[in-house]
């Protein structure tokens, strides 16, 4: 199920319309359509505002899963996780495509660089 959905069922079932329950659980019309369209993920807090506003109650559960050992990024020298192997081509590719974002950034024009003045300890 998704937060999609969950919005998309509160509609439904509530029997109110967009702009009510956006006016009764203080989300804007917008937002309310952002979610109902899967732009936008409403908070947690905004899921339970919203189902109160129409008379219901949000439960969360964890549902269990097939477990798995360990997930791929923590295994030591996992093959799928390693880079792959290129060629000094590819790698100066790479590094002229690099190159060129690095050139084509704003810079911001600094003037002289001012340093605190330093003082002069007298030799004892």
Known sequence: MTVQSIVEDVVRRSGLSKAELAR?????????DEYLLGKRQPSVAQL?????????RL?????????????????????DMQP?????AQRAQ????????ATEL????RGELEFPP?????AS
């Open 84 to 88: 792959r192997p290129t060629t000094t």
């Open 24 to 32: 009764r659980s203080g989300i804007s019309r917008s937002s309310l």
């Open 59 to 79: 439960d969360l559960a964890w549902t269990p899963v097939e477990l798995r050992k360990d997930p791929s990024w923590l295994i030591p020298n996992n093959p």
């Open 94 to 101: 790479i590094l002229e495509r690099v190159v060129v974002v």
């Open 118 to 122: 330093f003082k002069v300890l007298a």
């Open 48 to 56: 339970e505002r919203l189902g109160e506003s129409a008379g219901f």
């Open 106 to 109: 704003r810079r911001r024009e």
